[in-house]
């Protein structure tokens, strides 16, 4: 799915590109928002373009395969689903070899790229962020499955930090202050990941991390992609 500025046919300017995952729900509520910002002057605009799976037959299958770095048969929706999962690198060759430059060079933009998730795919956004820092510019990651894989993120992390990679240029973090159970402290774990990330920012880092008041893992979206595009392009122009 692909939503062009409003005035790209009008001229020749280049625009950075805002990537979605999960965008069967995802991207419409994104058009609506840059939209509406973009119109009143609160967020520049950007070529938005999403990644779906044509709707819920197989779409637990499709995002537990791709958004999952490592196959864990237990955990997630359940076996059924687990069974698929560890895709994320091949996934994300995909999005490197054939997705950017297929959009790079088919309309106009920069080389500018931001990356959304929500949940499994914020856990694939962070995963990223860490293994492979100079493939995006910007992420928001909302609700990241952080308790993946007995905590993998954190093993992760440990490596990236002792290799001395740069971080990426943005990192929003956000997650709604209801979310978590007595096994997965989805508030905690973001804290933590901030704090790392904040222990080892380079010149240029930006990173935010925000707990929603009064948001649940369903609901929190909307509003943590509102403020993290904002986010974005304070980023973009300090």
Known sequence: MVSL??????????YPVVY??????????????????????RLPWAILVGIG?????????????DYTPTHVPTGGYGPEWQRHSGGGPAFRRFLAEELFPFVERT???????????????ALFGAWTALTDPALIDHYVMVSPSLWYDDRLLFRVEE???????????????????????RER???????????????????????EVEVLDGETHDSVFPRALSNGLRAIARGSNP
Not at 9 to 14: L, P, T, Y
Not at 161 to 173: C, D, K, N, Y
């Open 5 to 14: 500025p409003r005035d790209y046919a009008e001229g020749s300017r280049r």
């Open 20 to 41: 979605l995952l999960d965008a069967d729900y995802s991207f419409a509520i994104a058009r609506n928002v840059v939209e509406h910002l973009a119109d009143r002057g």
């Open 185 to 207: 402290d989805m508030v905690g774990d973001l804290r933590e990941l901030g704090r790392r990330l904040e222990a080892r920012a380079s010149p240029g880092t930006r990173l």
């Open 53 to 65: 799976y044509d709707g819920p037959p197989r779409y637990r299958e499709h995002r537990t395969r």
């Open 159 to 181: 490596t990236a930090a002792r290799s001395g990679e740069p971080l990426p240029a943005t990192i929003h973090l956000a997650v709604g202050a209801l979310e978590g159970n």
């Open 107 to 121: 309309y106009r933009a920069t080389d500018e790229r931001a990356l959304v998730g929500h949940s499994y795919g």
